[in-house]
């Protein structure tokens, strides 16, 4: 596989730039600690220059009727499945998963834009004549203007393609912000973009870190800003950008739990569970983190899933036969050593213990080894803490009440899960348990592109989720008209 080292330019106004701030960062490949690329560190000025851009090129674009607007993106779909392995080794490269997650991530993305081609349709308001005598009252839905996207390292071509897709199609000129981390795969997504034709200045993308995200967030242009990350920089985004007035939605962290009921079928949830737990090496929003076992269950369930995690094969994403790759660098390493290490100390039994995973020929990888935590106490401050790693807890609780108290004890929303063969296990489940994606014998509980990705509680600050109704809700603002047009008042016809 071939690593060439390059310099990640901005895409500002139709150009690719240089950054006027200039330093950068690296960018690691986390497998190997190759130096994959340079990422500018752009700040408040390169902000500027593309919010001017988009803000320029807004009017001409928003006038474009949206069934010609969507043929870039048909255009850009096609693209998309012409360099679908390309684009998916650059994520595996970048971020470590393996190129079968890689091509998994890269495929819901594209089901965004999908859907946004359905923009002529999804984007219609509603009308109703004769709402008194001789008054039409209709309701259109209009883009909003500039829209800025920041978004997280754990998927980076997915991720930004569950907003900017919705937002071009609606109308809107865009300003992007990927993770410093990742910012390859949006590179390649956004000279893709262009290569439809797509006018100048419609998408741009900034590269950096706070200071571009702090300039987005004050500039008075920016109307609307989806933000996908960690949850304290999703109440800071969230306040800082809802103090200046702007529309905001933010997806923040998760501790996922997963219900495993006696009468579960143990082969079947325990591979579904550890693919879960361990697939993008636990960094996925939707990953279980938090195994409650109810009843009976408490024993086999240890048991399979403690010869699961000792049985995967940890290593480079890019090569044959890897079932679980880094994580993301040698700083989230050690974050997530030290955590399992705290969860050991406060009483939990590690059954697997994936401290000091070494890969034969990687000594430079960022690797942690899958990881089971047996036994850590229900209200300790672990059970709280995102790991964002291959780490799965093990809790236990008598029964279903139990075990739902325990989910509702905790300040994440963000999805859970129930194994269980009783349906009514299952449909009181999906009743109660207080996250805003619900899986029924489902490992990861992802919503599909034309549902909206859900969350609660400190998974999600806003009204309006990513993806589908939500999306088209979200870049759009409401304009009611009423008229009335009387006889009397127009020429003999
Ligand atoms: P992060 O919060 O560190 O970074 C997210 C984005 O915010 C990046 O673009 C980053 O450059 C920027 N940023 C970081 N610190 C900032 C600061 N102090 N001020 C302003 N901007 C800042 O998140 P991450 O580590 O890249 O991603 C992992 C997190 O994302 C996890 O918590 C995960 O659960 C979450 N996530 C949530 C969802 C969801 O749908 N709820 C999906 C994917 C990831």
Redesign the pocket.
Known sequence: MSEMKKEVLNYIGGEWRAPVSGAGLEVLNPATGAVLAVSPEGGAADVKAAVEAAAGAFEEWRAVPPVERVQYLFRFKHLLEEHFEEIALLVTQENGKTLAEARGELRRGIENVEVACGIPTLMQGYNLEDVARGIDELMFRQPLGVVAV??????PAM?PLWFLPYAIACGNTLVM?????VPLALTRIAELLAETGLPAGVLNVVN???AA??ALLDHPAVQAIS????????R??YARGSANGKRVQC????KNHVLVMPDAEPETTTQIIADSAYGCAG???LAVSVAVTVGEARGWFRESITKAASGLKVGDGAAAGVQMGPV?SQASRQRIESLITKGVEQGAQAAVDGRGAVVAGLGAGSFVGPTVLDGIPAGSDLAET?I?GPVLSLIHAADIDEALAIISKNSFG?ASSIFTSSGAAARKFRNQSPTGNVGVNIGVAAPMAYFP?S?WKG??LGVMH?QGRDAIEFYTDKKVVIERWPREWSRKF
């Open positions: 920041i978004t997280p390292f754990n998927f991720i912000k990927p993770s410093d981390r950096g870190g706070k995200v702090d933000f996908v990350g960690s949850t304290p920089v999703a800071y985004i997806q923040g962290g998760a960094q996925r929003c993301i995102e964002f963000n990705f969350g998974s999600f990513a």
